[in-house]
């Protein structure tokens, strides 16, 4: 099982209606409207299953602290660490904040996993050894994100959880039991299957 490294925004919550506040740095209306951004669909079940199996988590984000603890307060996320703007600097696409990330959750590279939607995402990761993934259900960079030199790529979050757990689909089931099933039913490929494949079919 590894720890679990998440980008926020485009990865866990949909923020795309605070996007112009945070470019323009209007953390006050940002922190207010919060409440108008939605986590994704499959994100609360693979967050449970984290949750119960006291997986090890952290988000690296290049927003200030506030903001991200207030998002995780909101959402009741799962995570016990933070790495944000002001935590670790050059942000990303330098590797800082993951090493800083890596330091927090008292593991080597070979043992964590990162989820994001940005090309900084992948790049970080990819400069700190570790192993990149990256998610395409809320990118603005498709075309780059495909393009980058990611270990893996997702589009939907149901499929987050085979990628942490490193094991087929049986064995998972085995495991994880019930708390899993409807994550696996709306999960459309193997495993086995290439995420570049599945995602060059899909577009």
């Known amino acids: 099982m590894k720890s679990v490294i998440f980008d ?13 506040l945070r470019h323009n740095r209007n953390w006050q209306e940002a922190y207010r409207r919060i409440p108008e951004t939605v986590i994704y669909d499959g994100m609360i079940e693979v967050l449970e299953v984290i949750r119960k199996h ?4 952290a988000i690296v984000s290049t927003s200030p602290r506030p903001y991200v603890e207030k998002i995780i307060a909101h959402y009741n996320l799962p995570i016990q660490h933070i790495v944000s703007y002001h935590d670790a ?3 990303k696409p330098h590797p800082a904040q993951m090493l800083k990330a ?18 900084i995402d992948i790049e970080a990761s990819n ?8 998610c395409f259900w809320g990118t603005k960079e498709k075309g780059e994100l495909l393009r980058s030199d990611y270990s893996h790529a997702l589009i939907k979050p149901s499929e987050i959880c085979l990628r942490i757990c490193r094991l087929d689909s049986r064995n998972v089931f085995r495991l ?26 899909m577009y």
Do not use: M, N, Q
């Open 8 to 20: 926020l925004d485009l990865t866990l919550v949909d923020t795309t209606c605070l996007e112009s």
């Open 54 to 57: 006291h997986i090890p988590c």
């Open 89 to 91: 600097k050059p942000i």
């Open 102 to 119: 890596l330091e927090l959750l008292g593991v080597s590279a070979k043992d964590a996993i990162s989820f994001g939607d940005r090309v």
């Open 127 to 134: 400069a700190a050894g570790i192993e990149s993934v990256a």
């Open 176 to 201: 994880y039991g019930d708390e899993l099933s409807s994550i696996f039913r709306i999960c459309v490929y193997s495993r086995w299957h290439s995420s570049r494949t599945i995602y060059r079919r």
